[in-house]
């Protein structure tokens, strides 16, 4: 039994590769039987999964298989084997779920964190700042122990099969597409600062890879061929451990083997939260999406936007959601100055959970007291996978290198980049101590309804807290399915222009002709149209796959706007 790309035979795999390159919107559902899984990017790696799922692979095994498929497919560029893993898994055998934490670790002997060189750019549109090279950026990973956990506990196939797909890509090479082949472009400059990164991303001749070339990688086929086969310490005790803390020291940073090796990742029960017949289980501590969603989720039901007509349809429902959508930003706002701004509440993360501080905070809302203030109205990435098997499992990943395309370091350590994610979360690591798991922004989980699991949801990308809310409200509270979900219209992330820090200006961002203009209008809010291709480094992308509790069917989709697909069998 394999799972490599080399038994679907040459047609299928080009077949699935050329599909990255298609025209948007295009997300066709997929219907089957026995079992399904999607993505955000990259078609082939969602059919990688479908094999695992065909092979008598676990939801687990397809969606871990499709996740390093991905990281494959982009070279390193927006997800990393270096990267971060999150998780939520419905187990159908004990009707359990759980969730898992892969995310970032602070380095231990980095104690003044907010002395990192960065700072966090004023547009989110394709931003990339220049700025000093500093080891420093780098943080500690847990993508592969992610991996070696969840495979462990939930896994049906031998671990180095999930390899396989990733394995014959990296050594046989793929095709690079237009998109893919921007990421080469934008960071053609700091691919060339180190030879082994010269020597991964830029061509022998000295030129830079371009639409069309040939894109083989084989030092990461071997890293992940030693990973497969010696086990995931090889990359935390072993020697790719040695060679990533050298590279990250040689740069300045403080990173140490002890930081790699002794890295875990963190079991937890998920949040849940009950809306009506519904009910929403989502990852657990240390995090912050999850707060920010049941936050968001509790004040759209207090506030009666749950049986207000669609944000699409309706001013006062659009101005609802922006308002209530912008108010993830308390998670990025030290708690003495939550303290100043409501002086008379608890928003403490668990005081947030709660629907009874919703109803508090959306009174002080009404009443004027937001964080946001909008312009005057005139004249960051990652990937997803969800996963249902032939038993009824049900798993939503989402993983990422937390940063933009290699980022401004761009090292690369056989094979695998390494993230600068610490360039703009100098705050965020001072919060959370030398040493310490950071809070993941991440935003993932199942729906449940009358009890019973109906939905496991992952979301990604710059927009993905403004994505989630409204694909959820969708099918809350307008009876939408997973394809009508993920298709209405939406508000984006905002234009935020931050020119003046202490007033930040926020601008709601649209798809041209995605609403009425007289619904725009009325909101009195200053709202921009984009067009399809500005839609990139602005939306967020929501996966989901919905199961029929009485006869077993299942409904896949992918976002519109993004490469991948979903599958079904």
Known sequence: MTLSPDGWGEAELAKYLAMDARPFPNNPPAIGEKGAVSTAFHT????????????????????????????????????SFFGILNMVHYDAATGKIVTMDASWNTVKNETDPMTIPGGFPSDAVGPYPSREVSGRTALVGGFMRGVEAAHKRFGKLPFKNLFEPSIYLARNGFTL??????????????????????????????TGYTTGDVFKQPALAATLDSIATRGVDYMYKGPWARKVVAAVQNDGGKMTLDDLANYEVI????????YGAYELAVLGPPVNGSVNLIEA??????????????WSKNAQSFRMMSDITNMFMLSSIPPATRKTIYSDLDLSDSSR?????????????????????YANVGPKHSDVVVAI????????????????????????????SISDAAWYQQAEIKQAGPGNRMPSPIE????????????????????????TVQSLINIMAHNMDVEEAVNAPCLLWPYIDATVPEALKFTVRVMEGAFPDSVIQA???????????????????????????????????????????????
């Open 177 to 206: 597409n237009e998109r893919t082949a921007d990421f080469f472009k934008r960071r053609d400059a700091q691919l060339r600062r180190l030879s082994e990164t010269k020597a991964t991303l830029v061509k022998p001749d000295g």
């Open 267 to 274: 079991w937890s029960e998920p949040l849940r939260e009950r």
């Open 44 to 79: 082939a790696a969602s059919r990688a999964g479908l094999e695992a799922l065909k092979n008598g692979g676990s939801s687990v095994d397809a969606a871990l298989t499709a996740a390093m498929t991905q990281i494959t497919l982009n070279a390193g560029a927006v997800t």
């Open 389 to 416: 098997d032939q038993w009824g499992n049900m798993t939503a990943i989402t993983h990422t290198i937390n940063t933009l395309t290699w980022g401004n370091e761009a090292i690369m350590v056989d094979g695998v």
């Open 353 to 373: 959970l709660r629907k009874e501080t919703a109803v508090k905070l959306w009174d002080r809302m009404e009443k004027g007291v937001k964080l946001v203030q």
């Open 444 to 467: 993932l989980g199942i729906i449940l309804k009358n009890g019973k699991p109906v939905i496991p949801f992952a979301s990604m990308s710059m927009g993905l807290h403004q994505q």
């Open 297 to 310: 989720l509790n004040l759209a039901e207090v506030s009666g936007l749950f049986n207000k007509a669609h």
């Open 523 to 569: 909101t009195g809010l200053p709202v921009k149209q984009i067009p399809a291709k500005e839609r990139r480094y602005t939306q967020g992308l929501w996966v989901g796959i919905y199961r029929d509790p009485l006869t077993g069917t299942l409904k896949a989709v992918s976002p519109p706007y993004a490469t991948g697909t979903a599958f079904a069998y």
